[in-house]
């Protein structure tokens, strides 16, 4: 039976997983984004919301004015996948989670089976991911985990739901707050850029990659680092949204 056409907000029966509810692509996009957004701990508002849906690639079809936003979230409410608490500030309920664990769980392999079996480049891997999520069978999932060999984050080092991975990293940093002069090895980079991860993958400053702080002057904003090529510069803004723990010199 081919896939039922929905309205963004309802859900539907994916071919090949009898028996099981699967939330349409838009209502998954916007778990995909509230999920993230609880990973790094934050509630959002529904502005702060609209800001981050507006990332993601145009070839989605999501509405990102607030007031389109805003309708979308109501219809989450009525299906019990978030709710809006006194101060504005929009939370996954139970059920909520487990859909957005579910279609992070999806984007995540996807991402891998993008950059490992099909060879193609980080900077292009979250984009790519986006296409292929939504139409993920549970048999396929599985038969990809199996082939990819049960990995336990993505390629930009984001834990995958289930894996058992703790939502953040052990003795983790951001790399603005990484002591000069000492080692650390990168364990997550942010995703939605693709020029910026095309600068951070020439640069080798991806995840498992080692990189110094050889200055950092806070009054330009501008971080130098050493890294496998050699060194480079990047601003505060960046280096805040890349995680590095200190590497074991024993």
Not at 86 to 105: C, H, P, Q, S, Y
Not at 205 to 223: D, F, K, N, S, W
């Amino acid at each position: 039976m081919p896939r039922q056409k929905n309205d963004p907000g309802q859900s539907v029966i994916v071919d090949g997983d009898p028996g099981s509810d699967r939330l349409s692509s838009g209502t998954e996009n916007y778990l995909l984004c509230l999920y993230k957004l609880w990973e790094d701990s934050e509630i959002p508002t529904i502005t702060q919301l609209t800001d981050t849906l507006k990332q993601l690639p145009t070839t989605e079809g999501l509405g990102t004015s607030v007031p389109s936003v805003a309708g979308m979230i109501r219809r989450m409410q009525r299906q019990t996948l978030v709710e809006i608490g006194g101060d504005k500030r929009i939370r996954l309920t139970r059920r909520g989670l487990e859909g957005a664990e579910d279609i992070a769980r999806r984007h995540r392999l996807a991402e891998w089976l993008v950059v490992r079996l099909l060879g193609m480049e980080l900077y292009q891997a979250h984009n790519e991911a986006h296409r292929l999520e939504h139409g993920m069978s549970r048999e396929f999932e599985q038969k990809l985990v199996e082939r990819l060999g049960n990995p336990k984050r993505s390629p930009y080092g984001r834990p995958i739901p289930g894996s058992g991975e703790p939502r953040m990293p052990a003795n983790a940093v951001t790399l603005d707050q990484a002591t000069p002069g000492m080692a650390h090895m990168v364990d997550r980079v942010p995703e939605e850029d693709s020029q910026l991860l095309r600068f951070l993958s020439d640069s080798m400053i991806v995840p498992e990659c080692q990189v110094t702080v050889v200055e950092a002057t806070p009054y330009l904003g501008v971080l130098e680092l050493a890294t496998q090529l050699g060194n480079v510069s990047i601003g505060y803004n960046v280096a805040q949204q890349i995680l590095v723990r200190t590497i074991d010199q024993n």
